[in-house]
T-cell receptor, first 111, second 116 residues
Framework: SQKIEQNSEALNIQEGKTATLTCNYTNYSPAYLQWYRQDPGRGPVFLLLIRENEKEKRKERLKVTFDTTLKQSLFHITASQPADSATYLCALGGGSYIPTFGRGTSLIVHP | DAGVIQSPRHEVTEMGQEVTLRCKPISGHNSLFWYRQTMMRGLELLIYFNNNVPIDDSGMPEDRFSAKMPNASFSTLKIQPSEPRDSAVYFC??????????????FGDGTRLSIL
C-alpha cells in the first residue's frame, strides 16, 4: 500500500541555519508533491508545489527538491527564523486532484 | 478575501449526541474536502465533493458519519450518534479543480471536537 514517511521527531535548529525536512514515499508514483505549513490550532497552509518532471522549486527562503528515483522530497528553509517554527506536511498526488498527506514534521527554530 | 470558514471552532458534547460541523468554502472553488486529524493517524480524508456531488466517501469511517453539500457555498458533516473515539480536529478544505493537477487546498481552522 502507499506510504508517506516524514520524520516524527521534531527538528531543532539554531536561528540563521538551514532547516532540511524530508518526505519519503513508497508504492507510489506521484504526479506532484505539495508542502504545507501548519501552526498550532490552525489549518494547513499551502507553501509550494513541485511536479514529477521538476527537480527543484524555489520561493523566497524556501527550496523544494523532488527525486523520483530516490522517492524523496527535501524541503529547505534557509536563514531560518523563530517564526518558521511550525509543523510541515508533505502531500502527494497521483492522477487525481486528491493528495495524500504525510503526518508532518515539527520544526523548532531557537533564537 | 474570506478563507474557508468552519463552525463551531470547538464542540464538547456527550457520547450519543448528534454533532453537526459546518463549512463555507471559498467562493468560486468547485471542490470541497472534509478531513480528520489526530496525533495517531495524522490528516485523513473523509469525503470529497466536486461541484456539490460526493465523489469519494471511502474515508468515512462508518454509517454514523454523513456529509452533505446542498449548494456551492455550504457543507455539513454530521456524526450521529457520536462516540468518544470520534474526538479529533475536523478540517474542511476547498480548491479549484480547473486546470492542472496540484491545485492547492485551502483549509479552514478546523473544529476541535471532544466527545465525553
Amino acid at each position: 500500500s502507499q506510504k508517506i514517511e516524514q520524520n516524527s521527531e521534531a527538528l531543532n535548529i539554531q536561528e540563521g541555519k538551514t532547516a532540511t525536512l524530508t518526505c519519503n514515499y513508497t508504492n507510489y508514483s506521484p504526479a506532484y508533491l505539495q508542502w504545507y505549513r501548519q501552526d498550532p490550532g490552525r489549518g494547513p497552509v499551502f507553501l509550494l508545489l513541485i511536479r514529477e518532471n521538476e527537480k527543484e522549486k524555489r520561493k523566497e527562503r524556501l527550496k523544494v527538491t523532488f527525486d523520483t528515483t530516490l522517492k524523496q522530497s527535501l524541503f529547505h528553509i534557509t536563514a531560518s527564523q523563530p517564526a518558521d517554527s511550525a509543523t510541515y506536511l508533505c502531500a502527494l498526488g497521483g492522477g487525481s486532484y486528491i493528495p495524500t498527506f504525510g503526518r508532518g514534521t515539527s520544526l523548532i527554530v531557537h533564537p | 478575501d474570506a478563507g474557508v470558514i468552519q463552525s463551531p471552532r470547538h464542540e464538547v458534547t456527550e457520547m450519543g449526541q448528534e454533532v453537526t460541523l459546518r463549512c463555507k468554502p471559498i467562493s468560486g472553488h468547485n471542490s470541497l474536502f472534509w478531513y480528520r486529524q489526530t496525533m495517531m493517524r495524522g490528516l485523513e480524508l473523509l469525503i470529497y465533493f466536486n461541484n456539490n456531488v460526493p465523489i469519494d466517501d471511502s474515508g468515512m469511517p462508518e454509517d454514523r458519519f454523513s456529509a452533505k453539500m446542498p449548494n456551492a457555498s455550504f457543507s455539513t458533516l454530521k456524526i450521529q450518534p457520536s462516540e468518544p473515539r470520534d474526538s479529533a480536529v475536523y478540517f474542511c478544505a476547498s480548491s479549484s479543480t480547473q486546470g492542472a493537477l496540484g491545485q492547492p487546498q485551502h483549509f479552514g481552522d478546523g473544529t476541535r471536537l471532544s466527545i465525553l
